[in-house]
């Protein structure tokens, strides 16, 4: 059989909006009608057991958790996985659909190119083993917002899989020293998405948009190597940092562009593996690590109580905090998968195994050309900060995490004088305090990398102290569009560099605080303090206390 035709994609038909009446669940969003108050009883409940329920006695039973994850990442294409139709997120409803999409009878699917080289990126980045070969498969089930009744994926033979994830966790008892795990990968597959179920709940009914329907996945299968909702939530931090680097997906969780189902059981080491419940649905990072946890400790606490646990699937109550249940998954469904039957075998290449002269370069995907192309990863990232800058590596790994924070570090670094270890100081002290305590974006600090960077220039050309340069930097934070050099020369904050009449002052502190000398030879190092006090409050905080500092020492080295 033939290597399916791929295709570049380009825009669709529009289709109409498709309406389903009354209260019934699909599972997408939130149920309606008297489901959704069964739903507000259950939240309850778990809200109640949450409070209620009994920690578990130290020493007691120890239990370990076991937490596997599939991760969902949208494809970074401007067309869908087998249909023209743009994909573009917020549009009007049902505006992006093509006849494909709404599974009109005679059409048939058009593998995008684009999404395959995606998927191949992705795989070789994850240390994968890239299928030269790798099937579709049908996967059969109901909800209205998937038109065929189906969803094309990839079940027998993905086109990659045993890979692996390394991924950084904080240890100690400061959570400050960066330890180095790794998740095993099983498989990454293309499959489609589903539409988008709109429940309004005032009108018990369920309008379906059906421009998400068809837009290409990369569904990365992690084997169940996880403990803790913090292991978790780094390893999909990482995923993300490494899809955003390789441009695979833009992997924006906010849009819904990645999702993740969690499987999680806990048991006693030592014997067989717990039932487990799947997590369904998370789009945050923080919720993942919330819901994770929540779900282990409920299971403890219901077996410590001598219940059990129900293989179930839930969802994650982001306002109780609590998981909650969607459906009973006792009852092992039937997805009838079997092989697409409009889709030959995904065939790729690589330099050894390439097709004869005379083919359609355009329906040929080389791996080795893709390997080629990789750009550098987050782990490599962070070891060239470490190497170039002499930061320590927990500092290379929150400029990495924080979003857009390397690239405003880097910013400063071309336009300042200071030192990197100054820099990154200010970059991850001060700045990101600052920016955590608004709950600000780094693309929305009121401060910018030019404005920092002239901030540092001054602190490190010594025109200011320390404390002067806190003071500026919270005056910039203000907006009101003033220089650093500015509020420095408004405010009287440059450092007094007149050394005679800073000797002078020094000696008249010396002079006048003679107890504080006393002190200071009998062996009470602080005692300085006093004087350096004494001193600055002369100068009205204009003098380097490093400055006087040596002063003051060099006086009472040569009267003693």
């Known amino acids: 059989m033939a290597a399916p035709m791929l295709r570049w994609g380009g825009p669709g038909r529009r289709w109409a909006l498709t309406r389903v009446d009354g209260g019934s669940c699909h599972g997408r969003g939130s149920p309606t009608g008297p489901t959704s108050s069964w739903m507000k ?13 009994p920690e578990p006695r130290k020493g007691e039973h120890k239990w370990a958790a076991v937490v596997g994850l599939e991760i969902h990442a949208q494809i970074s294409s401007n067309s869908k996985l087998f249909s023209g139709s743009q994909v573009c997120f917020a549009a009007p409803p049902n505006s992006l659909v093509s006849f494909f999409d709404a599974s009109l009878p005679g059409t048939l699917p058009v593998l995008n190119r684009r999404c395959v080289e995606a998927a191949v990126m992705t795989g070789l980045a994850l240390n994968c083993r890239i299928n030269k070969k790798s099937l579709f498969d049908r996967k059969h089930y109901f909800y209205a917002d998937l038109p065929a009744g189906y969803q094309i994926t990839q079940q027998r033979l993905p086109i990659a899989a045993d890979g692996n994830l390394t991924y950084g966790v904080y240890v100690g008892k400061r959570q400050r020293q960066l330890a180095s795990k790794m998740v095993r990968i099983k498989q990454i597959q293309l499959e489609q998405d589903s539409g988008k179920s709109l429940h309004d709940d005032l009108r018990s009914q369920t309008l379906v948009d059906l421009n998400r329907a068809g837009v290409g996945l990369l569904e990365v299968v992690l084997e169940p190597d996880l403990s803790c909702g913090e292991e978790a939530a780094m390893a999909v931090r990482e995923l993300q940092l490494i899809l955003q680097a390789l441009g695979t997906s833009q992997a924006l969780m906010a849009e819904g562009q990645l999702r993740v189902d969690a499987n999680i059981s806990v048991h006693h080491p030592g014997e067989p593996l717990g039932v487990r419940t799947e997590v369904k649905n998370l789009n945050s990072i923080r919720f993942l690590a919330k819901a994770i946890d929540y779900e282990i400790q409920r299971q403890i606490n219901e077996l410590e109580n001598g219940g059990e646990i129900l293989n179930e699937t839930r969802s994650f109550d982001c306002k109780l905090g609590c998981t909650v249940p969607m459906r009973d998954k006792e009852g092992k469904q039937d997805y009838r998968f079997m092989p697409e039957p409009n889709l030959p075998p995904l065939v790729l290449y690589d330099t050894t195994t390439l097709p004869p002269e005379g083919t359609d370069p355009g329906q040929v995907v080389n791996i080795d050309q893709i390997r080629a ?63 955590k305590q ?63 009449a800073l000797e002078q002052l020094c000696q ?32 009205s905080n204009q003098a380097d206390p490093t400055v006087i500092k040596e002063i003051l020492e060099k006086k009472l080295s040569s009267s003693s």
């Open 41 to 53: 009883r259950q939240s309850s409940v778990a809200q109640q057991l949450r409070h209620t329920a």
């Open 373 to 435: 192309t990789l750009p550098e990863l987050p782990s490599t990232t962070r070891q060239r900060l470490v190497q170039q800058y002499g930061m320590r590596p927990e500092h290379s790994f929150t400029l990495l995490n924080e979003a857009g924070l390397l690239e405003f570090f880097q910013n400063v670094m071309k336009e300042t004088r200071a030192e990197p270890k100054t820099v990154t100081s200010w970059v991850l002290n001060t700045l990101l305090g600052y920016l």
């Open 438 to 500: 608004q709950n600000l974006a780094v693309c929305e600090s009121p401060v910018t990398p030019s404005a920092l960077a002239e901030l540092l220039s001054l602190l490190d050309s010594k025109a200011i102290s320390s404390a002067a340069a806190k003071q500026v930097f919270g005056a910039l934070w203000k907006g009101e569009g003033k220089a650093a050099a500015q509020i420095v020369a408004e405010q009287k904050l440059e450092l007094m560099r007149d050394r005679e």
């Open 508 to 539: 008249a502190a010396v002079e006048g605080h003679p107890r504080v000398v006393t002190d200071l030879r009998k062996g009470n190092p602080r005692a300085i303090n006093k004087l350096i006090g004494v001193v600055r409050k002369a100068t």
